[in-house]
Protein backbone atom coordinates (compact mmCIF):
# COMPACT_ATOMS: atom_id res chain seq x y z
CA UNK A 1 0.00 0.00 0.00
CA UNK A 2 1.77 3.15 -0.92
CA UNK A 3 2.48 5.99 1.67
CA UNK A 4 0.15 9.30 1.30
CA UNK A 5 2.00 12.61 2.14
CA UNK A 6 0.60 14.09 4.80
CA UNK A 7 0.18 18.09 4.43
CA UNK A 8 2.37 20.39 6.35
CA UNK A 9 0.63 22.28 8.51
CA UNK A 10 1.25 25.98 8.17
CA UNK A 11 2.16 28.66 10.81
CA UNK A 12 -0.99 31.42 11.27
CA UNK A 13 1.59 34.53 10.74
CA UNK A 14 3.04 32.76 7.30
CA UNK A 15 -0.62 32.37 6.37
CA UNK A 16 -1.04 36.46 6.50
CA UNK A 17 2.19 36.92 5.16
CA UNK A 18 1.21 35.16 2.31
CA UNK A 19 -2.10 36.92 1.99
CA UNK A 20 -0.65 40.04 2.26
CA UNK A 21 1.71 39.48 -0.35
CA UNK A 22 -1.23 38.43 -3.03
CA UNK A 23 -3.27 41.48 -1.76
CA UNK A 24 -0.10 43.75 -2.81
CA UNK A 25 0.41 42.55 -5.32
CA UNK A 26 -2.99 42.80 -6.94
CA UNK A 27 -3.19 46.53 -5.76
CA UNK A 28 -0.19 47.13 -7.76
CA UNK A 29 -1.87 45.39 -10.61
CA UNK A 30 -4.85 47.46 -10.72
CA UNK A 31 -2.69 50.95 -9.91
CA UNK A 32 -1.07 50.30 -13.11
CA UNK A 33 -4.39 48.71 -14.91
CA UNK A 34 -5.92 51.95 -14.15
CA UNK A 35 -3.20 54.31 -14.95
CA UNK A 36 -2.17 52.66 -18.07
CA UNK A 37 -6.43 53.16 -18.95
CA UNK A 38 -5.78 56.59 -18.38
CA UNK A 39 -2.54 57.04 -20.28
CA UNK A 40 -0.92 58.65 -17.59
CA UNK A 41 2.56 57.93 -16.50
CA UNK A 42 2.40 55.84 -13.79
CA UNK A 43 4.65 58.08 -10.89
CA UNK A 44 3.26 59.65 -8.59
CA UNK A 45 2.38 63.69 -8.51
CA UNK A 46 5.11 65.82 -6.73
CA UNK A 47 3.45 66.61 -3.64
CA UNK A 48 1.77 70.20 -3.56
CA UNK A 49 3.48 70.95 -0.17
CA UNK A 50 6.43 70.31 1.08
CA UNK A 51 7.71 70.18 4.68
CA UNK A 52 11.35 70.75 5.00
CA UNK A 53 11.24 74.08 2.83
CA UNK A 54 12.56 76.81 5.34
CA UNK A 55 9.84 78.56 7.06
CA UNK A 56 11.31 82.25 6.76
CA UNK A 57 12.72 83.46 3.57
CA UNK A 58 16.88 83.55 4.13
CA UNK A 59 17.09 87.26 3.93
CA UNK A 60 14.85 87.44 7.56
CA UNK A 61 17.32 85.11 9.20
CA UNK A 62 20.67 86.87 7.69
CA UNK A 63 19.32 90.45 6.87
CA UNK A 64 23.41 91.51 6.46
CA UNK A 65 24.93 88.80 5.02
CA UNK A 66 25.63 89.37 0.98
CA UNK A 67 25.37 85.85 0.46
CA UNK A 68 22.22 85.49 2.40
CA UNK A 69 20.44 87.83 0.25
CA UNK A 70 21.56 86.17 -3.35
CA UNK A 71 20.10 82.88 -2.06
CA UNK A 72 17.05 84.59 -0.79
CA UNK A 73 16.85 85.61 -4.13
CA UNK A 74 17.79 82.90 -6.38
CA UNK A 75 15.17 80.60 -3.82
CA UNK A 76 12.18 82.86 -3.94
CA UNK A 77 12.72 81.94 -8.13
CA UNK A 78 13.42 78.66 -7.31
CA UNK A 79 10.64 77.74 -4.85
CA UNK A 80 8.19 79.33 -7.45
CA UNK A 81 8.20 76.40 -10.51
CA UNK A 82 9.69 73.48 -8.41
CA UNK A 83 10.16 72.89 -4.70
CA UNK A 84 14.09 72.50 -3.21
CA UNK A 85 14.43 69.13 -1.05
CA UNK A 86 16.83 71.04 2.25
CA UNK A 87 19.10 68.29 3.53
CA UNK A 88 19.59 69.03 7.19
CA UNK A 89 18.84 71.91 8.90
CA UNK A 90 19.65 75.66 7.92
CA UNK A 91 23.51 76.71 8.57
CA UNK A 92 24.22 78.61 11.97
CA UNK A 93 24.55 82.36 12.23
CA UNK A 94 28.39 81.66 12.88
CA UNK A 95 28.94 80.10 9.74
CA UNK A 96 27.50 83.14 7.99
CA UNK A 97 30.05 86.18 7.11
CA UNK A 98 28.43 89.55 7.69
CA UNK A 99 29.43 92.52 5.10
CA UNK A 100 31.80 94.74 7.59
CA UNK A 101 30.21 98.13 7.55
CA UNK A 102 31.30 100.65 5.35
CA UNK A 103 33.57 103.84 5.63
CA UNK A 104 32.90 107.12 3.87
CA UNK A 105 35.72 108.57 1.87
CA UNK A 106 34.59 111.61 3.06
CA UNK A 107 35.90 110.18 6.98
CA UNK A 108 39.22 108.14 5.40
CA UNK A 109 40.14 111.70 3.62
CA UNK A 110 40.23 113.29 7.34
CA UNK A 111 43.46 111.61 9.14
CA UNK A 112 42.29 113.03 12.55
CA UNK A 113 38.86 111.73 12.29
CA UNK A 114 37.75 108.35 14.35
CA UNK A 115 37.11 106.60 11.29
CA UNK A 116 40.37 107.25 10.01
CA UNK A 117 42.09 106.10 12.99
CA UNK A 118 40.17 103.00 13.80
CA UNK A 119 40.89 102.42 9.98
CA UNK A 120 44.51 102.74 10.41
CA UNK A 121 45.00 100.75 13.87
CA UNK A 122 42.54 97.76 12.86
CA UNK A 123 45.50 95.51 11.91
CA UNK A 124 47.11 96.16 14.82
CA UNK A 125 44.12 96.06 17.14
CA UNK A 126 42.83 92.95 15.65
CA UNK A 127 42.17 89.73 18.07
CA UNK A 128 44.23 87.68 15.33
CA UNK A 129 47.39 89.44 16.32
CA UNK A 130 46.78 89.95 20.00
CA UNK A 131 48.75 86.80 20.34
CA UNK A 132 51.85 88.39 19.05
CA UNK A 133 52.10 91.16 20.71
CA UNK A 134 51.70 89.84 24.05
CA UNK A 135 52.92 87.50 26.09
CA UNK A 136 52.01 84.34 27.38
CA UNK A 137 49.41 84.81 30.50
CA UNK A 138 48.07 88.24 29.34
CA UNK A 139 44.29 88.71 27.81
CA UNK A 140 44.40 88.60 24.04
CA UNK A 141 41.13 89.39 23.27
CA UNK A 142 40.62 92.67 24.20
CA UNK A 143 38.63 95.28 21.61
CA UNK A 144 38.01 98.63 21.41
CA UNK A 145 34.15 99.46 21.38
CA UNK A 146 33.54 98.90 17.16
CA UNK A 147 30.88 99.97 15.28
CA UNK A 148 27.66 97.72 15.69
CA UNK A 149 29.03 96.17 19.10
CA UNK A 150 27.54 96.19 22.12
CA UNK A 151 29.87 97.98 24.61
CA UNK A 152 30.84 95.54 27.73
CA UNK A 153 30.46 97.61 31.10
CA UNK A 154 34.30 97.53 31.79
CA UNK A 155 34.20 99.67 28.41
CA UNK A 156 31.71 101.65 29.37
CA UNK A 157 33.04 102.47 32.59
CA UNK A 158 36.21 103.38 31.22
CA UNK A 159 34.82 105.73 28.84
CA UNK A 160 33.27 107.34 31.94
CA UNK A 161 36.49 107.92 33.61
CA UNK A 162 38.41 109.47 30.50
CA UNK A 163 35.47 112.10 30.15
CA UNK A 164 35.10 113.18 33.58
CA UNK A 165 38.52 112.45 35.13
CA UNK A 166 41.40 115.10 34.43
CA UNK A 167 45.12 114.32 33.79
CA UNK A 168 45.67 115.01 37.43
CA UNK A 169 42.40 112.86 38.27
CA UNK A 170 43.71 109.74 36.26
CA UNK A 171 47.27 109.39 38.61
CA UNK A 172 45.01 109.27 41.19
CA UNK A 173 43.19 106.42 40.45
CA UNK A 174 45.48 104.71 38.46
CA UNK A 175 46.79 102.37 40.89
CA UNK A 176 43.06 101.05 41.28
CA UNK A 177 42.68 100.14 37.55
CA UNK A 178 44.26 97.42 36.33
CA UNK A 179 47.16 97.14 33.59
CA UNK A 180 44.88 95.39 31.23
CA UNK A 181 42.43 98.16 31.56
CA UNK A 182 44.32 100.72 31.19
CA UNK A 183 45.39 99.14 28.32
CA UNK A 184 41.52 99.09 26.98
CA UNK A 185 41.49 102.17 28.10
CA UNK A 186 44.64 103.23 25.90
CA UNK A 187 43.03 101.43 22.64
CA UNK A 188 39.67 103.05 22.99
CA UNK A 189 41.10 106.93 23.67
CA UNK A 190 43.42 106.27 20.52
CA UNK A 191 40.40 105.92 18.33
CA UNK A 192 37.86 107.64 19.77
CA UNK A 193 39.98 110.77 21.63
CA UNK A 194 43.01 110.76 21.43
CA UNK A 195 45.19 111.53 25.18
CA UNK A 196 47.59 114.07 25.55
CA UNK A 197 50.55 114.19 27.00
CA UNK A 198 49.75 114.55 30.73
CA UNK A 199 47.05 112.23 30.52
CA UNK A 200 49.18 109.65 28.76
CA UNK A 201 51.80 110.23 31.69
CA UNK A 202 48.80 109.77 34.31
CA UNK A 203 47.95 106.12 32.31
CA UNK A 204 51.33 104.85 31.94
CA UNK A 205 53.03 105.85 34.82
CA UNK A 206 56.60 105.30 35.98
CA UNK A 207 56.52 102.04 33.67
CA UNK A 208 56.09 104.25 30.48
CA UNK A 209 53.14 101.54 29.17
CA UNK A 210 50.13 99.77 29.84
CA UNK A 211 50.19 96.23 30.52
CA UNK A 212 53.03 95.83 27.94
CA UNK A 213 51.70 98.33 25.29
CA UNK A 214 52.29 101.84 24.56
CA UNK A 215 49.84 104.21 21.72
CA UNK A 216 50.73 107.51 21.55
CA UNK A 217 48.66 109.70 18.89
CA UNK A 218 49.64 112.92 17.71
CA UNK A 219 49.12 115.71 17.50
CA UNK A 220 48.05 116.03 21.35
CA UNK A 221 50.82 113.57 22.59
CA UNK A 222 54.44 113.03 21.40
CA UNK A 223 57.53 110.90 23.15
CA UNK A 224 60.15 112.73 25.13
CA UNK A 225 63.64 111.48 23.56
CA UNK A 226 64.91 110.31 27.09
CA UNK A 227 61.08 108.09 27.23
CA UNK A 228 62.48 104.74 27.13
CA UNK A 229 65.96 105.83 28.80
CA UNK A 230 63.84 106.68 32.01
CA UNK A 231 61.91 102.96 32.01
CA UNK A 232 65.20 101.10 32.05
CA UNK A 233 66.94 103.25 34.90
CA UNK A 234 63.64 103.17 36.92
CA UNK A 235 63.77 99.55 36.22
CA UNK A 236 67.46 99.36 37.44
CA UNK A 237 66.85 101.86 40.57
CA UNK A 238 65.31 98.95 42.63
CA UNK A 239 66.74 99.28 46.09
CA UNK A 240 69.54 95.68 46.05
CA UNK A 241 68.25 96.09 50.30
CA UNK A 242 64.50 95.33 49.21
CA UNK A 243 65.46 92.48 46.55
CA UNK A 244 67.33 90.60 48.83
CA UNK A 245 64.54 90.77 51.79
CA UNK A 246 62.20 89.64 49.37
CA UNK A 247 61.62 86.54 48.53
CA UNK A 248 60.87 84.67 45.25
CA UNK A 249 57.35 83.14 46.89
CA UNK A 250 56.71 86.15 48.96
CA UNK A 251 53.11 88.07 48.72
CA UNK A 252 54.94 91.29 48.80
CA UNK A 253 56.62 90.67 45.41
CA UNK A 254 54.11 89.47 43.87
CA UNK A 255 52.92 91.41 40.97
CA UNK A 256 55.19 94.27 41.96
CA UNK A 257 58.09 93.61 38.92
CA UNK A 258 56.93 96.45 36.31
CA UNK A 259 56.43 94.30 32.87
CA UNK A 260 58.13 94.64 29.73
CA UNK A 261 57.59 96.41 26.47
CA UNK A 262 56.07 94.32 24.12
CA UNK A 263 53.99 96.65 21.64
CA UNK A 264 54.60 100.38 20.18
CA UNK A 265 52.06 102.32 18.23
CA UNK A 266 53.40 105.20 16.95
CA UNK A 267 50.56 107.02 15.44
CA UNK A 268 50.83 110.42 13.33
CA UNK A 269 53.29 111.80 15.68
CA UNK A 270 56.66 112.17 15.16
CA UNK A 271 59.59 109.77 16.32
CA UNK A 272 61.73 112.17 18.62
CA UNK A 273 63.73 109.14 20.13
CA UNK A 274 66.54 106.64 18.66
CA UNK A 275 66.32 103.54 17.29
CA UNK A 276 68.92 102.18 19.68
CA UNK A 277 66.74 103.16 22.90
CA UNK A 278 63.71 100.55 21.94
CA UNK A 279 64.13 97.61 24.24
CA UNK A 280 64.96 94.34 22.58
CA UNK A 281 61.42 92.84 23.96
CA UNK A 282 59.20 94.59 21.21
CA UNK A 283 57.50 92.37 19.14
CA UNK A 284 54.94 94.37 17.42
CA UNK A 285 56.02 97.35 15.54
CA UNK A 286 53.19 100.22 13.95
CA UNK A 287 54.51 103.42 12.53
CA UNK A 288 52.20 105.06 10.96
CA UNK A 289 52.03 108.07 9.27
CA UNK A 290 54.89 109.38 10.50
CA UNK A 291 55.27 113.26 9.30
CA UNK A 292 59.17 112.75 8.60
CA UNK A 293 61.24 109.74 7.10
CA UNK A 294 62.89 107.08 9.44
CA UNK A 295 65.87 105.32 9.43
CA UNK A 296 64.99 101.79 9.77
CA UNK A 297 68.37 100.03 8.37
CA UNK A 298 69.24 99.10 11.86
CA UNK A 299 65.87 97.97 13.58
CA UNK A 300 66.89 94.08 13.33
CA UNK A 301 69.58 94.70 15.81
CA UNK A 302 67.91 96.40 18.64
CA UNK A 303 64.38 94.74 17.76
CA UNK A 304 65.13 91.39 16.75
CA UNK A 305 62.10 89.77 17.93
CA UNK A 306 59.73 91.94 15.74
CA UNK A 307 56.62 89.13 14.42
CA UNK A 308 54.62 92.42 13.07
CA UNK A 309 55.74 95.43 11.82
CA UNK A 310 52.94 98.05 10.25
CA UNK A 311 54.93 100.56 8.29
CA UNK A 312 51.12 101.88 6.76
CA UNK A 313 49.83 105.06 5.40
CA UNK A 314 53.39 106.69 5.22
CA UNK A 315 54.03 109.46 2.41
CA UNK A 316 58.08 109.08 2.32
CA UNK A 317 57.54 105.59 1.34
CA UNK A 318 54.76 106.37 -1.67
CA UNK A 319 57.81 108.34 -3.95
CA UNK A 320 60.49 106.37 -5.82
CA UNK A 321 63.31 106.91 -3.03
CA UNK A 322 60.87 104.84 -0.61
CA UNK A 323 59.96 101.95 -2.86
CA UNK A 324 63.69 101.34 -3.10
CA UNK A 325 64.17 101.89 0.06
CA UNK A 326 61.66 98.80 0.78
CA UNK A 327 63.37 96.95 -1.68
CA UNK A 328 67.16 97.35 -0.16
CA UNK A 329 65.61 96.88 3.53
CA UNK A 330 67.83 93.86 4.96
CA UNK A 331 63.93 91.77 5.29
CA UNK A 332 66.04 88.38 5.97
CA UNK A 333 67.47 89.99 9.96
CA UNK A 334 63.84 90.02 10.85
CA UNK A 335 63.37 86.25 11.17
CA UNK A 336 60.53 86.51 13.47
CA UNK A 337 58.16 88.64 11.31
CA UNK A 338 54.68 87.54 10.28
CA UNK A 339 52.54 90.50 9.87
CA UNK A 340 53.88 93.24 7.42
CA UNK A 341 51.46 96.12 6.33
CA UNK A 342 52.45 98.56 4.00
CA UNK A 343 48.86 100.01 3.06
CA UNK A 344 49.21 102.95 0.94
CA UNK A 345 52.23 101.78 -0.50
CA UNK A 346 53.27 100.22 -3.76
CA UNK A 347 53.94 96.41 -3.71
CA UNK A 348 56.43 94.93 -6.43
CA UNK A 349 57.39 92.00 -7.29
CA UNK A 350 60.91 92.26 -6.04
CA UNK A 351 59.55 93.75 -2.83
CA UNK A 352 57.73 90.05 -2.41
CA UNK A 353 60.60 88.38 -3.40
CA UNK A 354 62.95 90.19 -0.70
CA UNK A 355 60.56 90.10 1.85
CA UNK A 356 59.95 86.04 1.67
CA UNK A 357 63.66 85.54 0.72
CA UNK A 358 65.15 82.70 2.79
CA UNK A 359 61.62 82.17 4.64
CA UNK A 360 59.89 78.70 4.92
CA UNK A 361 56.70 80.64 5.76
CA UNK A 362 55.88 83.65 3.44
CA UNK A 363 55.00 86.97 5.33
CA UNK A 364 51.50 88.40 5.39
CA UNK A 365 51.59 91.36 3.46
CA UNK A 366 48.47 94.09 4.41
CA UNK A 367 48.69 96.69 1.57
Not at 276 to 288: A, E, G, Q, W
Request: proline share 10%; hydrophobic share 35%.
Amino acid sequence: MPLQQQPIPQDASETSRQVNNILRNLRGEHFRHSRNVQRVPASLPTPLHVNNLPTLPISLIYPSAEDGRRNAATASRHHSTRPVWVAGPDPPRSWTTLSSPKIGQADLADINSPAWRKHALDLVFSPGNATSMHPPGTSASLRGLQTGEFPTLALLSLHVIRMECSGYELAQIRPHIPPHLRRVLMRHSAINCPLSQIELNAICGEEGHADGELVVVGPHATLRNDHFRRIHSSRESVPEECAAESTWDSLATQGSEPSALFSLILLSTPLTFALSDLPPTITCLTLINIPKPVSLQRLPSYCPLVSLLDLSYNTWLIPPSGEKLLENYPWTKLRYLKVLGLRGCRITSTLLSQVNKGRWDDVDIIH
